[in-house]
């Protein structure tokens, strides 16, 4: 007996196949079935998450640091120290991440079209 549906979803592919070699571009379901196409991100709610991350970070840290000096005997100086690090290396990243788009926006902005 034979499958149709993957004989379908073949025939899919060569249609889409087909169009993009045209210059049409075929919607993704056409080529992967009965797959759906990735949900897309918006970048700048990405990034203002990740920032507001780093943000809450360094303020438990912070606040963290700041109970321990006034000698709240809950808190550790080991959890002090290992929130401070985990605040400082987020900061870090970020910093790096700022540093790559600027660069790849200057790089993009100096090209010649």
Do not use: C, H, W
């Not at 210059?23 to 700048?44: C, H, L, Q, Y």
């Not at 943000?55 to 550790?76: L, P, R, V, W």
């Amino acid at each position: 007996m034979i499958d149709t549906s993957r004989i379908d979803a073949m025939v899919a592919q060569l249609k889409a196949a087909a169009a993009r070699a045209q210059g049409n571009v075929a919607p993704i379901e056409s080529i992967t079935g009965s797959e759906k196409p990735a949900t897309r991100v918006d970048f700048a709610s990405v990034l203002k998450n990740s920032l507001d991350e780093v943000n809450a970070s360094q303020e438990k840290a912070g606040k963290m640091s700041q109970s321990f000096s006034m000698g709240d005997d809950n808190i550790n100086l080991s959890d002090v120290m290992i929130a401070m690090q985990k605040a400082s290396i987020s900061f870090q990243t970020s910093v790096q991440v700022r540093n790559k788009l600027v660069s790849a926006y200057r790089d993009i902005m100096t090209m010649q079209v």
